[in-house]
């Protein structure tokens, strides 16, 4: 949830008119993926600064922590890069959306744990917010990447 708060306040920053009237951010679409550029790219870049703590969120019937902390956080910074070009966006936002809904057993499983040992410094109640906004960022990604809605302007390729 206080992630959804730095994607949306990064979506307002670019919406300021020298940056709207860029190329790159002139519509609301290419502002949406910049901005989900920037966030996956930061929250990939979390899992190395942090890795202890996402660590504690893999499911323990995964093997290797470490190994499922790192994977996904290189994927978040790749689609996030991938996210930025348009060259690239389509694909990028599959990947993220596929990368979204493979972790969100380990969201649910945090929130199910709901012990007080939580590594992330929030209240309990916060772990079972997290699990609506896994889809808000799916739904997002799906808009900003051009794949929803179909058929309209957002989905057709995006070449500048």
Known sequence: MSFALVLITAFLLLHLPPLRRLPAL????????????????????????????????????LPSPRFWTLLSGVLEALGGVGLLMPRTRKLAALGLVA???????????EAAANQGTHVLPFPDGYFWLRIPFQLVYVAWVTWAGGLWPLGSRASRAITG
């Open 26 to 61: 002139s519509t609301a679409a290419r502002r949406a993926a910049v901005a989900a550029g920037l966030f996956f790219i930061g929250a990939g870049v979390m899992h190395f600064a942090m890795p202890a703590r996402y660590d504690a969120m893999i499911p323990p019937q």
């Open 99 to 109: 990368l979204l809904l493979a972790i969100l057993p380990a969201n649910i499983h």
